[in-house]
C-alpha cells in the first residue's frame, strides 16, 4: 500500500447539497438500472487522502456510480469547458469538482492547471477524496485506452513533499450493456497503487518516475475491467459474448446449482476477454478463422432476416404445455401491455429520441437518455396525475400514480418478449419456407458453439484453473 490510514483523521463528511444530489442520482441509478454491483468498496477509508482512478466508458453516469458506491464527498476533476455556463460551473463547484483544461478545448489557457493541481493538493492535505479520469476522454472500446500522465503527476507531487499520506486506488467500471435499459454494471475497486517506490527515482528523473508509476496505474485499472488490447478484439468479444455467454451462463447454472441473478455477467465477461488474449497470443490464426466464421454466420442472419436470438432460442417442439403457458401469459398480459404503454409512451419514448438527436458519439447516448428520464418522467406523470385528479378525484389519482411504474415495468417486460416471440416465430417461417436455409444457420452456429467450447477447456486447463 502506498499510505498508511491515520485512525486520528478526521472523518471525511458530505454537505448537505451534495447529499441531495447522491440522493437522487442514486435512485435514478436504481431505476435506470437492472443491478448496479459495488466490489469491494472497503478499499476506500473513510478519512484521509485518495485518489481514485477511474476508466471513463459512459459519461456523467459514470460519476454519479462512483459517487453513490462512495461513502464520501468525491471532488471530481471536471474538464473546464463544463464550467462556461455560470450556472452550470456554480452548480459543479458546490458540489466539490474542480475544474482542469484539456488542449483540445483550451489550448491557450493548459497554464492554469497549476491552480488545478495546488487544488487537489489542498484537498489532500485536508484528508478528503479526489477523482480523476486518466483515459482523459470518454470512448466505447472494450479496454482501458492509454492513460495520461496526470494521475501520477499529482500523485508524485503531492506524495515527494508528504510521504506515505495518499492512497492511489484503481477503479473499473464494467457495463453489461452500455446502452440498453435496465442493464448491469460493475463498480470494482482495486488494490491501492504503491507510490512511496517511485520516490527516490522522482526526485532524480521525474519524467521517467511519471511514466513508471502511470503504467502501474493502468495496469491497476486494466485489472479491474474487462479489457482487451485492440479495437478488433473488442468487435470479436461482442461477438462471442452474443453467442456463447448465455451457454456459459446454462452451465453454471446446471453444473454449480446457481440461480441466474446469482451469476456475475461482468465477471464472465471479464473471463471471455482473457481467453481471446490468451489464444491471440499463442494461436492467433486459430482466433483470425473463428472471426471469420462468425463473420460468415452473421451475414447468413442477415441475408435471411434473421436474429441470432432466433436461432437459439426457438421454441422447442414437443412441449405443448410450455407454448400454451406462453400464449395464455401473452393474452392475459396484452391489456396491461395496452395500459401500459399507452401512459407511459412519452416518457419512455421522448429520452430514446433525445439520447439519438443529441449524443455526438457513443457515450454520450446514455447519459443524454439518463438525464432526459430524470425530466421526462416526472414531467408527464405529474402531468397525468394531475388530469385524473381533475377528471376523477383525489383518490382515483392516488390509485392511477401507483399503477404508473407498475404499468410501465410490465409493458416493457411484455414489449421484451413480444420481441424475442415475433424473432422466434419469423424463424419458424423460414423453416417452413426455406428448411435448407434455416438449417444451415442451426448448423453453422452450433458449429461455432462447439468451437468455443473446445476452446474453453483448452484455456482452462493450459492456464489450470476456471475464472468462468
Request: contains cysteine; charged residues 25%; positive net charge.
Amino acid at each position: 500500500m502506498s499510505a498508511t490510514l491515520d485512525l486520528g483523521a478526521r472523518r471525511d463528511t458530505m454537505d448537505s447539497l451534495y447529499r441531495a444530489v447522491r440522493a437522487v442520482g442514486r435512485f435514478w441509478l436504481w431505476f435506470f438500472f437492472k443491478s448496479v454491483d459495488v466490489r469491494h468498496p472497503e478499499r476506500v477509508p473513510p478519512a484521509g487522502a485518495v485518489l481514485l482512478c477511474i476508466n471513463h466508458p459512459n459519461n456523467f453516469i459514470d460519476s454519479l456510480l462512483v459517487g453513490g458506491a462512495v461513502g464520501r464527498k468525491v471532488h471530481y476533476l471536471a474538464t473546464a469547458a463544463l464550467f462556461r455556463n455560470p450556472l452550470v460551473g456554480r452548480f459543479l463547484r458546490a458540489c466539490g469538482a474542480i475544474p482542469v483544461y484539456r488542449r483540445q478545448d483550451d489550448p491557450d489557457k493548459m497554464d492554469r492547471n497549476l491552480d488545478a493541481f495546488e487544488a487537489c493538493f489542498r484537498a489532500f492535505r485536508e484528508g478528503r477524496l479526489v477523482a480523476i479520469y486518466p483515459e482523459g476522454t470518454t470512448h466505447a472500446e472494450v479496454r482501458v485506452q492509454r492513460i495520461k500522465t496526470g494521475a501520477a503527476r499529482l500523485a508524485l507531487g503531492y506524495e515527494a513533499a508528504r510521504p506515505r499520506e495518499l492512497l492511489v486506488i484503481p477503479v473499473g467500471l464494467n457495463f453489461d450493456a452500455r446502452k440498453s435499459f435496465r442493464g448491469r454494471v460493475l463498480v470494482s475497486f482495486g488494490s491501492p497503487v504503491a507510490v512511496t517506490p517511485y520516490l527516490d527515482a522522482y526526485r532524480a528523473d521525474p519524467v521517467k518516475a511519471v511514466e513508471a508509476l502511470t503504467d502501474a496505474i493502468q495496469w491497476g485499472m486494466q485489472a479491474e475491467v474487462v479489457h482487451v488490447a485492440r479495437i478488433d478484439e473488442g468487435r470479436l468479444l461482442n461477438a462471442v459474448q452474443e453467442l456463447y455467454r448465455r451457454e456459459l451462463v446454462r452451465e453454471l447454472v446446471s453444473e454449480r446449482g446457481l440461480a441466474e441473478r446469482q451469476i456475475d455477467l461482468v465477471r464472465l465477461s471479464r473471463a471471455i476477454a482473457d481467453s481471446i488474449n490468451y489464444f491471440k497470443d499463442h494461436e492467433p490464426e486459430r482466433v483470425e478463422r473463428l472471426w471469420q466464421r462468425i463473420q460468415s454466420y452473421r451475414a447468413l442472419l442477415a441475408e435471411y432476416h434473421v436474429k441470432d436470438e432466433a436461432v437459439r432460442a426457438r421454441l422447442p417442439r414437443g412441449r405443448p404445455r410450455r407454448r400454451l403457458r406462453l400464449t395464455w401469459e401473452a393474452i392475459v398480459g396484452f391489456p396491461v401491455f395496452v395500459y401500459g404503454a399507452v401512459v407511459n409512451f412519452l416518457p419512455y419514448w421522448i429520452p430514446r429520441w433525445v439520447a439519438r438527436r443529441m449524443s455526438r458519439k457513443e457515450t454520450d447516448y446514455a447519459t443524454w437518455r439518463f438525464l432526459t428520464a430524470m425530466l421526462a418522467l416526472p414531467l408527464f406523470w405529474g402531468l397525468e396525475i394531475l388530469v385524473v385528479g381533475r377528471l376523477a378525484g383525489a383518490a382515483a389519482a392516488a390509485v392511477f400514480a401507483l399503477s404508473l411504474p407498475i404499468s410501465g415495468a410490465l409493458a416493457y417486460r411484455y414489449w421484451v418478449g413480444a420481441g424475442r416471440l415475433r424473432s422466434r416465430l419469423r424463424f419458424g417461417a423460414l423453416a417452413l419456407v426455406r428448411a435448407h436455409a434455416a438449417r444451415r444457420l442451426t448448423t453453422e452456429r452450433q458449429a461455432i458453439i462447439e468451437e468455443l467450447e473446445q476452446a474453453k477447456n483448452e484455456y482452462l486447463a493450459a492456464t489450470k484453473g476456471s475464472s468462468f
